[in-house]
C-alpha cells in the first residue's frame, strides 16, 4: 500500500494561535495517532492574503486506511475537540495516496 498524504487547511479568516498549536495541539495529534501509522506532520503558514488558506499542516501516514482508523478512533474525539483553542474556524481536510514523489 502507499503511503498517505493528509492536508487539513485553516481558512484565512479564521483566527490562529501558532503557539498553542505547535505547543500543544500538534503534540496531542502525535500522541494519538502514531500508534495508527502517523509517520509525521509537516506545518506551513502560508503568507499569500489573496489565498484562501493561512496554514495548512501535512499529516504523513503509512497509508490511506490507517488515516481512516485514526480518524474513527476514540483518540480522534480528543483531537478534534481541541480545535476551538486555537481556531475559531474548522479546518478543511482532504486526504490520498501518494502517486508519486523525487
Request: proline fraction near 7%.
Amino acid at each position: 500500500m502507499a503511503p498517505a498524504h493528509v492536508s487539513v487547511m485553516y481558512p484565512r479568516k479564521a483566527t490562529f494561535d501558532m503557539k498553542y498549536y505547535l505547543a500543544t495541539h500538534m503534540p496531542l495529534v502525535k500522541k494519538h495517532w502514531e500508534q495508527f501509522g502517523l509517520k509525521k506532520y509537516t506545518v506551513t503558514q502560508y503568507d499569500d492574503p489573496e489565498a484562501p488558506y493561512s496554514v495548512g499542516c501535512v499529516l504523513e501516514f503509512d497509508n490511506i486506511d490507517s488515516f481512516k482508523k485514526a480518524g474513527a478512533s476514540s483518540e480522534a474525539a480528543e483531537v478534534f475537540a481541541d480545535i476551538p483553542n486555537f481556531s475559531n474556524e474548522k479546518p478543511t481536510i482532504f486526504a490520498g495516496e501518494v502517486t508519486g514523489t523525487s
